[in-house]
């Protein structure tokens, strides 16, 4: 069945859609698939322990419920035998990605010094200037302009870079070792994909391996420093653990971020009055981030293994059920946000699950929304006649949705375009 047929044919079988969702032409677009899977309900059994998610409520609940959680090494062992002889799968692994309680919660309070609100909001005039100096390498550019490669992958990959104290040098090595190490969060994955993803892990796990020598040798006053030093300081964390933490605080603190200010530049340029409101009031960065998140999620699922009996959504899940957990379409629930095909950055109580929630809630959340939140409306302000110019070339990803290519023309710089008494209603799509 192609997935055009069944789109049009409408699906009567969860299974059906949880198939279609997984080919390339799901991944594209995976928004009309899970009106199909939501036809179902809210939580839908695909298979004999094998469940779907698709509400808000449900998925927000589940992923705080301690009797779920990320999949360990006994639940690896059953169902990806030989796990452990692929590094990119091992990497994960051992990282606070892929661990519970109480290993998780030890690791992440080691990271978390890096995260705090005010160290957080420090960065925000170093993220101007970075976005900045972005800008004006794009206006010097001939046209059209990647907007993935001059924007979207540089400012959030030079400020996770600094926090770990990778040299700036380094820094264009890190977009394909990421790019291909990725492709094992995928709910599916082939071999020839797997492969990939293992050649990225282990050219990762080598700069990493160099990276803690070299800091061993010279400490310095970066994240990198401090997880050596809580691993050389006792039990702490162990030699994988060190390692596999620090791909995962590289690839996760530009990988999501990357994906929010390539949708979310689309999204903005698709509805001109928006885009319009937010040049001349930047103070509505916050709203207008978080319905981008929510109307377009960077991160579209997550997974959770049950370990006791529950209930949600009226099915009854069983220990050792396997939980599909589809954020972006948990975002478009209409029980939580009314329309919510419409990207509105004026809706009330916008509360995106992109970035998960509970003991997983992303550790660099807040960190990602300010690289945001600054770049939008600099982004606007001094590109005002910045749009799409060619097609956009999306990755055929679903868990990490986003562009591969995004070009754009970038006009010349110019005074903002005033909009006089915008109400909120104006934000709305463009007629």
Not at 48 to 59: H, L, Q, S, W
Not at 85 to 101: D, G, K, Q
Not at 325 to 354: C, E, H, K, M, T
């Amino acid at each position: 069945m192609k997935a055009s047929d069944a789109w049009g044919g409408g699906i009567v079988d969860p299974t059906d859609a949880l198939a279609l969702l997984m080919s390339p032409e799901g991944r594209l677009d995976p928004y009309p698939t899970y009106e199909r899977l939501r036809a179902h309900g809210p939580v839908v059994q695909a298979g004999p322990v094998f469940y779907v998610v698709t509400g808000y409520a449900e998925a927000d609940a589940i992923l705080r419920d301690a009797r779920f959680g990320v999949m360990d090494d006994a639940l690896r062992d059953q169902f990806m035998p030989g796990w452990r002889e692929s590094p990119a799968v091992l990497s994960i692994s051992r990282s606070m990605l892929r661990t519970n309680p109480p290993d998780h919660s030890r690791m992440r309070r080691l990271a978390a010094g890096a995260f705090t609100p005010r160290r957080i909001a420090a960065m925000r005039d170093v993220v101007r200037a970075q976005a900045d100096e972005l800008v004006d390498a794009m206006l010097a550019a001939d046209e059209p302009v990647d907007f993935m490669a001059a924007f979207a992958y540089p400012l959030p990959v030079g400020v996770i870079c600094a926090l770990l104290g990778v040299p700036a040098a380094d820094r264009p090595l890190f977009r394909r070792w990421a790019t291909d190490l990725t492709g094992v969060l995928e709910p599916e994955i082939t071999a020839d994909e797997l492969a990939v993803a293992d050649r990225g892990a282990t050219e990762l796990r080598d700069y990493f391996t160099e990276l803690v020598a070299a800091r061993r040798r010279a400490p310095a006053d970066d994240l990198t420093t401090a997880l050596v030093q809580a691993h050389d300081g006792g039990d702490r964390l162990s030699g994988d653990e060190l390692l596999a933490n620090l791909i995962v605080l590289l690839v996760a603190g530009f990988e999501t971020t990357t994906n929010l200010l390539g949708n979310g530049l689309v999204a903005l340029l698709e509805h001109p009055r928006a885009a319009a409101a937010l040049r001349e009031r930047p103070d509505l960065a916050p709203a207008y981030v978080d319905e981008l998140l929510r109307y377009d999620s960077p991160v579209q699922l997550t997974s959770r293994m049950s370990t006791a009996p529950s209930r949600y959504g009226d099915v009854d899940l069983p220990p050792e059920s396997w939980v599909i957990v589809l954020l972006g379409a948990a975002n478009r629930d209409p029980r939580r946000y009314p329309d919510p095909a419409r990207f509105d950055p004026w809706r009330a109580q916008i509360a995106p699950l992109s970035f998960g929630a509970g003991p997983h809630y992303c550790l660099g959340a807040a960190l990602a929304r300010l690289e945001a939140q600054v770049a939008f409306p600099l982004l606007l302000r001094r590109l005002p006649g910045l749009a799409v110019a060619g097609r956009p070339e999306r990755r055929v990803r679903l868990t990490l949705r986003g562009h591969a290519t995004l070009p754009v023309s970038v006009g010349r710089e110019a005074a903002p375009v005033t909009v006089p008494g915008t109400p909120p209603g104006a934000a709305g799509p463009t007629p």
